[in-house]
C-alpha cells in the first residue's frame, strides 16, 4: 500500500501543500485560521498520515537514528546480543538503532540519503564511496575492526587474542599436537583467518608445531573426516574450534570415532552459546564479553556527536576462557 504524503492531506483537505506544510510543521508566524488548520490535522488523522524520518530531520536538523552496517555475516546469537544490547544502550540517549544487513540488495547509499541518520555505525568496511559520501554530508562515521586499526574512530575487536587464548589454554594441559577446525561458510571467511593466525602465532611462541587445519561443516560426516586426518600420524590431542558451533560439530566427530573427551582429544570453542554447557561433555569456550563490546561501539558513537560519556571498560575484560569438561 502507497506511503500518505502530504499531497494527498493536501487533496482530502482542499487546501494548498503550502497550507499542509505550514498546518503540519507547526511553521512560526504562518497566517493560518484555526478552522483551515483544523480541517487539515483531521484530514491527516483520517489518513493516518506520519511524516517521514527524511522530513523529520530537515525540520529539525537532526536526527534520531543510528544507522547500523552489519556486513553479510551469517545470523547467530553473537550478533542478536550484540544488536539487542546497542538497542538498549542508544535508547538510553534518546536514540534509536536502525539496522542495516549489507547483503547486496538494497544499495546503503538509498538507505541513508532516506533516512539522513544522525550517526553511522559500520561493523565491517565501508565502500570509500559511501564512507567519504557520508561525512561530506556531516554524518559521522564510527567504525569497528576485526584487528587493531590506526583510525581513532574506529573500535577493534581483537580475533588474534581468541585463538592465542584457545591455543594457551590446551598447551597449559599439555596437549602438544594441535588442530584447528575452520568453518565452511565463507561468509566467515575475515573472522576465520585470523583466528587462524592467532593459533599460529600462538604455537610457535610456545614452541609447538604449526596446528592442523581442516574446515568443518555443521555435520557428523565432516567433523568425523577431519578427525581421521587430525589422529593420522602424530595424533592430535587438542582441537582449538573456530567458535561453539564448530566445536559441537567435532565433539560429534569424535564421538563417531569411537574416541573420549578428553582423554583422547581436548576440544574448546569461541563464544559461550547457551547449548554449549549442555554438550555431552560440557564444552569449554572462549567468552566474549558482547556487552562490553557494545559499550565500547556506543561510546564510539556517542563520542563522535559530542556526549560527554565515561569511558568503557578496558578491552583486556573482553574474552575469557570458561572451562569446562571437554579439556
Known sequence: MPRVTSADVARESGVSRTTVSYVLNDTPGSSISEATRRRVLDAAERLGYTPSAAARALRSGRSDVVLCVVPDWTAGPVIDTLIDHLTILFASHGLSLLVFNDR?????????????????????????????????????????????????????????????????????????????????????????ERRLAGARAACARLGLPAPRVNAVDLDVASAADA???WRAGDAVTGVVAYNDEVALAVLAGLRAQGLDVPADVAVIGVDDIPVARLASPALTTVWQAIDAQAEHLTASVLSALGYSVPSPRGAAELFHVVERAST
Open 104 to 192: 547486496g540488495s538494497q544499495p546503503l547509499t538509498e538507505l541513508w540519503r532516506a533516512v539522513t541518520p544522525r550517526a553511522v555505525l559500520a561493523l565491517g568496511a565501508l565502500t570509500d564511496a559511501d564512507a567519504a559520501a557520508m561525512r561530506a554530508a556531516r554524518i559521522p562515521v564510527v567504525g569497528s575492526a576485526l584487528d587493531e586499526d590506526p583510525h581513532p574512530e574506529t573500535f577493534a575487536v581483537p580475533q588474534h587474542g581468541i585463538a592465542e587464548l584457545q591455543v594457551e589454554h590446551l598447551a597449559a594441559r599439555g596437549h602438544r599436537v594441535l588442530a584447528y577446525a575452520a568453518p565452511s561458510d565463507p561468509r566467515l571467511a575475515a573472522f576465520a
Open 227 to 229: 578427525v581421521r586426518a
